[in-house]
């Protein structure tokens, strides 16, 4: 029973410890970007229904290349719009997330990859791209 108990701490540990941060609210990711000097990378994603943007989820923002760089290069902000009702978000997070496409994503483009400096200035854009990760943590430290 130690033995289970250890390895399921042991694992969430590492769960822990690898996983990224997505934030969610945009005050709370400029007043982080300020902090640590870095630039917003701001994701606007249909994470049930848009097929490129669950293949940048997967082939770009899980993999352990994007999170080791992320960590300590950008601040990860993201804008989803589910459409099933299952994935329904808060009216309040749907409300933030309406507020960030009216400014930076007004022709509704999924997924649409903004980076942003702290103060909230576009630097770039793009989407999904079928390159390396590294191309595209590439691309995405050029603008």
Not at 2 to 21: G, R
Not at 43 to 68: T, Y
Not at 117 to 131: E, I, N, Q, S
Not at 133 to 140: A, D, R
Request: net charge positive.
């Amino acid at each position: 029973m130690k033995k289970i108990i250890l390895s399921v701490l042991f694992l969430y540990t590492i769960v822990a410890v690898n996983a990224q941060v997505w934030h969610l609210d945009f005050n709370e990711a400029k007043k982080l970007a300020t902090e640590k000097n870095r630039n917003i990378i701001l994701a606007f994603e249909g994470s049930d229904w848009c097929a490129p943007c669950i293949k940048l989820e997967c082939e770009i923002w899980d993999s352990e290349e994007f999170k080791s760089y992320a960590k300590t290069h950008f601040v990860l902000l993201k804008a989803d719009f589910p459409k099933r009702k299952m994935n329904k978000l808060s009216g309040q997070q749907q409300l933030k997330n309406n507020k960030l496409a009216e400014k930076y994503n007004p022709k509704g483009f999924f997924p649409f990859v903004v980076v942003l400096d702290k103060t909230g200035k576009t630097l770039g854009t793009t989407g999904y791209r079928k390159v390396s990760t590294v191309e595209y943590i590439n691309l995405l430290s050029s603008f």
